[in-house]
């Protein structure tokens, strides 16, 4: 991944160096000066002060407050951990050893995500209409950093590297790749990396199980409720003719998309063969029933512009009229909707939806 980590070099470095030249020459040491000051502010990290109370000056990163601003707005957990807790084994706290599609997934969801929060969006050229949704290109429209570890991974190395498409992005992140200068774009340990971040957020914890001849570390869910939320929704969304999304710390009434969102969360969900475990609390006719307006919901919403129709079972009857209100808010957003249906689109093409 030569490219990424020299992106990455640069953006460090940025201050120039200082000159090594020395004569007696005043002018030249003034400019040496003036050229190490400016050196010096370049380079060094970002710090601010305000005053305490009892007077003194308290330095902090700006970064931390612009994260935590972020974190505020945004729900408690990201697509890629609520597929990942709903794949989970709720006492024994390990995915199926069988299912193949979920690290794929994953790595969709990361690109998901990083939409719906207004870091990426389709490249901006009336000739990519020519392209089918997933070989269209993304950029990278706002740098900030989010404060997920791997969301930020994933956004540097968009930065800093050639703007390639949506597909192409899923399929480098996951080791999908025979070209071997592009085999360190892959993501590495996702799912665990996942599941600590659960267990920091009080939604799991970590023990040691052993599995014959080797010991490996689980995560079982605590926080059931969490998880609870999550199966509530998605049933919701997928069994109810009216569909109505009440406001939670996993979808604050005031997060932006929230339709959408829940209903790239059950496609992506879908994709990772995870979805049955939210259902299994129904029989198996309205479980069929579910699995029916998947797919209707995920021909629907891997287009754009997005479908307008209602399914024909008369479930979700006003999911149309709702998102078609969610995207007319945000126009000028809709290239980042335009990632959201191209991510749908890649998982259609997932082995367990042919």
């Not at 490219?3 to 640069?10: A, F, H, I, N, P």
């Not at 009229?321 to 335009?338: D, F, G, P, R, Y």
Request: hydrophobic share 35%; with cysteine; charged share 25%.
């Amino acid at each position: 991944m030569s490219t990424t980590t020299s992106g990455l070099t640069r953006r460090r470095g940025g201050g120039g160096g200082e000159s090594s030249g020395a004569n007696g020459d005043d002018s030249n040491g003034a400019n040496r000066s003036s050229s190490a000051n400016n050196a010096s502010r370049d380079s060094a990290p970002e710090t601010s002060y305000e005053s305490g109370e009892n007077g003194h000056k308290i330095a902090f990163d700006p970064r931390d407050i612009s994260e935590s601003a972020e974190r505020s707005k945004q729900p408690k957990l990201t697509l890629m951990e609520e597929v990942l807790l709903l794949g989970l084994k709720d006492k024994q706290g390990y995915l199926s050893f069988w299912n193949d599609n979920i690290s794929y997934a994953l790595r969709g969801c990361i690109v998901l995500e990083l939409a719906f929060r207004g870091r990426i969006s389709m490249q901006k050229d009336p000739s990519r209409r020519r392209f089918p949704l997933p070989d269209r290109i993304i950029e990278v429209i706002d740098d900030t950093l989010t404060g997920e570890v791997l969301l930020d991974e994933a956004l540097k190395m968009m930065k800093s590297s050639e703007k390639m498409s949506v597909s192409s992005w899923i399929d480098l992140m996951s080791g999908e790749t025979w070209n071997l200068m592009k085999i360190g774009y892959q993501l590495k340990q996702v799912r665990e990396r996942l599941a600590k971040g659960l267990v920091d957020k009080g939604i799991l914890r970590t023990e040691k199980r052993n599995f014959l001849l080797f010991d490996m570390a689980t995560h079982p869910v605590v926080d059931s409720g969490a998880k609870e939320e999550i199966r509530r929704r998605v049933r919701n969304v997928l069994t109810q003719r009216t569909v109505v999304l009440n406001g939670t710390q996993f979808l604050p009434e005031n997060l932006e998309f929230r339709y959408v969102r829940t209903i790239a969360m059950v496609c992506a969900a879908y994709a990772a063969n995870v979805l049955e475990n939210a259902l299994s609390t129904l029989g198996h006719e309205a479980r069929e029933r579910a699995f029916a307006q998947t797919d209707e919901l995920l021909a629907e919403y891997s287009q754009w512009p997005f479908g307008r129709k209602a399914t024909g079972n008369g479930i979700g009857a006003n999911l149309p009229q709702v998102i078609s209100e969610e995207v007319n808010k945000a126009k000028e957003k809709e290239l980042q909707l335009e990632v959201v249906a191209a991510c749908l689109s890649v998982f259609t093409r997932l082995d367990s939806l042919l």
